[in-house]
């Protein structure tokens, strides 16, 4: 996010607005300009005029979950100006609501011609990206129509259908065509000597696949109540430590992210959900792996996330083989979109599979969650989708076939498919990128970790004795031959991954840490592993680098390759606590809280690889999340990690 943008988030509904709140459209400016409802863009365009001149901005708009700011007709120092225009703005689900409040300066009768000009152009949100992509839309059709309040956006393709609704009140004086496509909503405004007017537009996104218009909060304020009192259940009953109020600070701005951070989905049995979404504003969607990482971030204090997700991924398990989605039969889906693009298939991610970690993901939550709640109901109902699950790690996974857990890059899709999924994350020190079957480390923590939760189901809930000792048979053998090809003798420490041919990639790399959390070393191995990540190489001050610097392969400002990642280094806490570091493990608490602290309590998606030493402040990764549920849950686990101390 650049400095330009302001992020508004409700549920499944985001906006970007610039300082004085309006919409461009333009691309290539780092964010998704625009209103944002199931990957479609149903603002493009939101542009105020006072005078037939864009206003001048006093106070630009600031972050928070309602945007506010203060604009003027712009003058200089001999013209004071002749009004104040106090514009506030909120999204609700499927809406955008706005206020305009205009007062005179004068004490004379003054008139003020206002517009707004709208548009929608319904773009697919990844034809935004910045990887110039083009998609072509044959027989694409979009229409404006007027209305007596206002005007109403459609656009058409073949069984595709979407529409923006934009309504005012009092209505505007007219509607007037741009030559654009856009349309200039007008006012003819007087204003009293002193006096005040009152402007209300309201937005209703109806995007495919949604059979009724949606709810419009009356006002930003209202808008604003709505979200808060969300916020307010989420931070309610949670006992956050009295003795550390900044941990306390970030937990609670943690969870009210969170509260905003939830996306519709459906169960087995088509019940309706609340999911966390990975993050906004490019990940406001089911993303498997990052729901199932916050459920158990979250699980000692919200159990519900998990009580949802994890439903709502076994609706979404692969059933068949399915060649351009990555799909097999028992694998946990990696991201569900519904825009227009996934829809027609020009990208593969409507329901896309390509992740070699959710599925064993899935199995340590709902075995986590069994434990901590004792919800044997859940565990009996997911039952055929645990197994199905299993079956995938043992089978097409390559557990039994490899002896670990492997993929593949997948041409369209994703390079890799672990949690370092960019292009050259897997690679070795001297940063040579790894070509062929990949065998991630911390891919191989979370099977054996699902291995051994799912056999106490077997046991405890199902009944099934013979199935239980299978899986811990297969977790005790993975543990045995991990320790053997893994371990690099010469350095002490794990590979990042292995190559088709078993050779070890070099680069130490924060995902050791993940072992730490499964449990998969030896207790040796595990305290050197942990002692280790916090040496001046790894650890930034900040928090634990994704790769150690010093090596060819590192830098500051790679997505994965040097940067800090506060749900890495929230994992890694959790691992450090397992096995007795617990000094090691508040220093990196402290270093995130310290990053949050700056940032007002809030955790980013990455920061930057800089030394503290030499920044005295976290140094933002150009490119990350303004809100991530990872991050926003990681002070969460970090609470866990540290005992509330």
Known sequence: MTDRHHLLVHGGTFACVGDGGDISGVRGSGSPDGLFVRDARHLSRWQLTADGAV?????????GDTARCVLVPRGGRQEPPAYTIFREQA?????FVESLRLTSNRPVPTTVRIAVTADADFTDQFELRSDHRTYTKAGAHRSRQVRDDGVEFHYRRGDWASRTTVTAE???DGVEETGTGARRLVWSLDLAPHGTAELALRVAARPHGVDREPPVP?????????LHALEGEFVEGVAFPTGWPELAAACARGLADLAALQVPAKGPDGEELRVPAGGAPWFLALLGRDALLTSLFALPYRPSLAAATLPALAAAQATETGRDAVAQPGKIVHEVRHGELAHFGQVPYGRYYGSVDA????????????ERTGDTAMARRLEPHARAAIGWMLDHGGLTSCGYLVYRADQGGLANQNWKDSPGAICSADGSRTHGP?????AQGYAYDALRRTAQLARAVWGDEVYAALLEQAAGDLRDRFQRDFWMRDREFPALALDGEGRQVDALASDAGHLLWSGLLDKEYGEAVGRRLL?????SGWGVRTLAAGQPAYHPLSYHRGSVWPHDNALIALGLSR????????TVANALIDAAMTTGHRLPEVLAGYDRATCPEPVPYPHACARESRSAAAPLALLTAVGGV
């Open 359 to 370: 599925t064993p993901l899935f199995l340590v939550l709902l075995g986590a969650y069994v």
């Open 579 to 586: 096995y007795g570091l617990h000094d090691e493990a508040r």
């Open 55 to 63: 206003p001048e901005s006093l106070t630009p708009v600031a972050d």
């Open 535 to 539: 040496e001046p190489d790894f650890f």
């Open 438 to 442: 990949v065998l991630a480390a911390g």
């Open 170 to 172: 009092p209505a505007p």
């Open 91 to 95: 999204v609700g689900e499927s809406a």
């Open 218 to 226: 009356a006002s930003p304020t209202a808008a604003g109540d709505q």
